[in-house]
């Protein structure tokens, strides 16, 4: 692939930080800056500000910004996206994705291995006939769970895709996202994602597993994207949702929620410095996960890692994990979380971690106490400060603390975060993340 579909550089109307500052001095009075593009800059060139979060540390994040022209693509489909991260090289790239790119538009039925058949799957494995204490990993290669294997593996080469180093990915106008993928950004530095709404994919041959629980469970594969072993990595203004496939339409099989998601955003194996900002998270279960494991061989690698700052995103209509955190030094201000019925926490408080949680803004629904803000996962301290829940101020680990008291939270995280930019109040988050956050405002 030759690279060069992009011939001109476009105007470019920000959805942009400018704008959230002017708002913010209207609504709130204060003389914070934002960051904001020249508009006679292509946006696709835009670096990480400066204090921008923990992704602005050190030698910060610029992405492809250095590209030559040779190295600057544009892309319609899923065969040209993969092209575009596969040449160059080394080599510092710009992927400009335009319209909605379908990694599965061919179906599931296409990743399907010879004589694997679901029903066959559902009669072999029900619990009737095959009981809760034994797994199914020692099924042969030729049994429904063995084609399943098989089936799964097809999809993985599939859907899964690597983000070199050095590399910015940025939708075009108001519509352009990526459907059905699962964008690995494993071991490289320097990464920037920005104005895309990105599907969930949908994992067609999830596994049962009847030792999981006391009922068994059906797991999933898939990330939307997880930054794996990665580090100085900005997502900026994109959308990530389940789109056509919610949860909440899914079936249930043998008694469970037959899941096909994963995590939205999941950020482990020893990651570093990443900033989430002016994104919209909706419609997903476990939404993201800093640090997977709370074991010893796990914890080594992620130790004095996982700094990640969220600030001015919308999390709407999930469940949990927004985001779950073990041991990082984890920054969350400026953001709004709306719940809806199927509410289950926040934020999740796990082995090691270190959460700051400052200045946002909670809506819940009647009848949801504050208390299920915060979920204790591990006895790790937190700093929470300045939050409100619809619209009252809120001591959140006072009011979890007061709910739960077996399961007291402890105060003071134990490091101050200096990496930001406009810090809002949390009365005028809401309005501010509205107008502004997800996919479509970069032009």
């Known amino acids: 692939m030759n690279g060069t579909k992009w011939h001109a550089h476009a105007t470019v109307r920000t959805a942009s930080l400018a704008g959230c500052t002017a708002l913010v001095l209207a609504l709130a009075g204060t003389g914070a800056q934002a960051h904001s593009p020249s508009p006679h800059r292509d946006a696709a060139r835009q670096t990480l500000a400066p204090n921008d979060g923990w992704a602005a540390h050190g030698t910060g994040t610029t992405g492809g910004a250095a590209a030559d022209a040779r190295h600057v693509y544009t892309v319609t489909n899923w065969a040209e996206f993969k092209a575009a991260l596969a040449d160059g090289g080394s080599a510092p790239r710009i992927i400009k994705v335009k319209g909605t790119i379908d990694a599965v538009s061919q179906g599931c039925e296409a990743f399907a291995a010879p004589g694997y058949d679901f029903g066959a799957y559902l009669e072999k494995y029900s619990p009737q006939a095959w009981g809760y204490e034994e797994d199914l990993s020692a099924e042969p290669d030729d049994s429904p769970e063995g084609l399943r294997r098989v089936s799964a593996a097809n999809q993985d080469r599939a859907i899964k895709v690597n983000i070199p180093a050095d590399t910015t990915l940025i939708g075009i106008g108001r519509n352009a996202g990526i459907k059905g993928a699962s964008l690995q950004i494993r071991n490289v530095d320097n990464v920037i994602v920005r104005n895309l709404t990105l599907e969930s994919p949908v994992d067609c041959f999830p596994q049962w ?16 994207a997880v930054v794996y072993g990665s580090t100085h990595v900005w997502f900026d203004h994109n959308t990530f949702t389940d789109g056509e496939h919610p949860d909440s339409e899914a079936p249930v099989h043998f008694g469970m929620l037959y899941q096909q998601h994963d995590g939205q955003l999941d950020i482990v194996r020893g990651s570093d410095y990443v900033t989430a900002s002016w994104n919209v998270f909706t419609e997903h279960d476990k939404t993201i996960l800093i640090g997977n494991s709370d074991s010893e061989s796990t914890a080594v690698g992620d ?35 709306v719940a809806d019925a199927g509410y289950g926490y926040s934020f999740g ?11 946002n803004a909670f809506t819940l629904p009647k009848g949801v106490s504050p208390a299920k803000v915060l979920k204790r996962w591990n006895d790790s301290p937190l700093t929470a400060a300045h939050n409100r829940v619809n619209g009252k101020r809120v001591d959140l680990i006072a009011a979890h603390n007061a709910e739960n008291p077996e399961a007291a939270l402890r105060s003071g995280a134990g490091w101050t975060p200096v990496l930001r930019t406009a810090v809002h109040p949390a009365q005028a988050v809401p309005a501010l993340v509205k107008r502004h956050a997800g996919a479509g405002r970069i032009r």
């Open 303 to 337: 130790r004095g890692k996982l700094k990640v700052t969220f600030h001015h995103n919308l999390f709407s209509k999930l469940t949990e994990r927004t985001p779950r955190v073990r041991f990082g030094e984890v920054d969350v201000y400026n953001n709004h979380f």
């Open 349 to 359: 408080i796990g082995k090691e971690s270190r959460l700051v949680a400052e200045h």
């Open 209 to 224: 597993d009847p030792t999981d629980g006391d009922r068994g469970n059906w797991n999933s594969e898939y990330d939307t």
